[in-house]
């Protein structure tokens, strides 16, 4: 039985070079970054040089960067960091109901804390319209959250149509850009966010650690308080070996991005094109809007999503519901539902996301047996039913 792996927007398989680099720092360079002896100093060489290489990917400057323990802490320090530190000016923020439930469970606590949130919709396509984001901005409103591309469907939404009309009436953005940092191009120079969330086990990096953009002269309030850490924005002893695994994913990142976008569309759209022509009764989440790359969320009418996961396991085959942080969850997608879908596509929603490493044979491996899989399943359905 062949082994593939189509789950790469839970994770990703760490790049060997990765894993050297941060060998160095779990052996020789073992010091403490914040230590004056030269132990500590070589550590804190390593950890700055990966700095660099998170800002190069961003074209950030390297000051703009803290480090953290991955996508969901920066997302929780870039807006209870910003909403803290702005309430006097207001209490409203905007997000949508599509983000991630690191965000979503963060603005709701600050909903329990007393800030008021707008939850904007999405369309059919799971885009946000930047319309009604501009008729939701208040005078009180101090911060607008909304994702660079959706973790389900892979969708973009119009983040750059967005942040102008934001930052213009003196508004902080955030962007939570964890699923598509080192798929897409983001150069901060250019686009217009004051705040976005990286995690580097998304781009073949070690996991537990991530970071926060901050752009120059955005208020932030730390929420993890001790030491003088990361320009006391981050308190607590910094992680070395998987900061500089995470640089050192940032700089192969950068180097392979075209070759990534170019090639892993094209086997996106063979598995895609190849699923709607074997297999009826099939829908993809998103079509027509653009999406990331390597991303395809689709729906198989008259089957569970969970068997069909379950199902596709046993023929080695790993793929997903939906989020990895709601693996477990009975409930239904909200992304999904959030764009209108019925409930009998929603159940039967299978995502699947590709990485650099996914090859041709793998995704005609996929192609060969789900077919009869998809039938074998309604088949049962139909006879369970009668």
């Not at 969330?197 to 926060?212: E, R, Y």
Request: hydrophobic share 40%; glycine share 10%.
């Amino acid at each position: 039985m062949r082994s593939v792996y189509l789950d790469n927007n839970a994770t990703t398989q760490v790049d060997p070079a990765v894993v050297e680099r941060m060998n160095d720092y779990f052996g020789e360079n073992f010091g403490n970054a914040s230590s004056v002896h030269s132990f500590g100093q070589r550590a804190r060489a390593g950890l700055e040089e990966a700095r660099r290489q998170v800002a190069s990917l961003i074209d950030a400057s390297p000051a703009e960067i803290i480090f953290t323990g991955g996508g969901t802490e920066a997302d929780n320090l870039a807006i209870k960091g910003v909403a803290l530190a702005r309430q006097e000016k207001g209490k409203h923020l905007i997000t949508s109901r599509i983000e991630h439930p690191a965000v979503l469970r963060t603005c709701e606590s600050l909903e329990r804390d007393g800030f008021e949130v707008t939850y904007l919709d999405v369309g059919s396509d799971g885009a946000v319209d930047p319309g009604q984001l501009e008729q939701s901005l208040r005078d009180d409103t101090i911060l607008v959250s909304i994702m660079f591309a959706n973790n389900e469907t892979g969708v973009i939404q119009p983040v750059e149509e967005m942040a102008p009309l934001v930052r213009e009436r003196g508004i902080y953005f955030h962007c939570d850009a964890v699923q598509g940092v080192a798929k897409a191009s983001l150069p901060v120079d250019r686009f217009p966010v004051d705040l976005l969330s990286i995690s580097a086990h998304k781009f073949h990096g070690p996991k537990g650690v991530g970071a926060l953009y901050v752009r120059k002269g955005t208020p932030l309030q730390p929420q993890m308080l001790g030491g003088s850490h990361e320009r006391r924005m981050r308190a607590g002893t910094e992680n070395v070996p998987a900061i500089v695994g995470f640089g050192q994913a940032c700089q192969l990142a950068a180097e392979r991005m075209e070759d990534f976008v170019r090639r892993v569309s094209i086997l996106r759209d063979r598995l895609e094109n190849g699923i709607l022509n074997a297999i009826e009764g099939v829908r993809v989440n998103g079509a027509g809007q653009r999406r990331l790359p390597h991303v395809t969320n689709i729906s198989f009418e008259g089957i569970e999503g969970e068997a069909l996961l379950v199902a596709l396991d046993f023929q080695g085959i790993a793929v997903s519901t939906g989020a990895a942080c709601a693996s477990g969850s009975i409930s239904p997608s909200h992304v999904l539902a959030a764009m209108g879908l019925p409930d009998r596509w929603i159940r039967g929603s299978i995502r699947f996301s590709l990485s650099r490493l996914t090859t041709e044979e793998e995704i005609d491996y996929v192609l060969d047996v789900l077919p009869g899989i998809v039938q074998r399943m309604r088949e049962m359905a139909v006879s369970s039913s009668s």
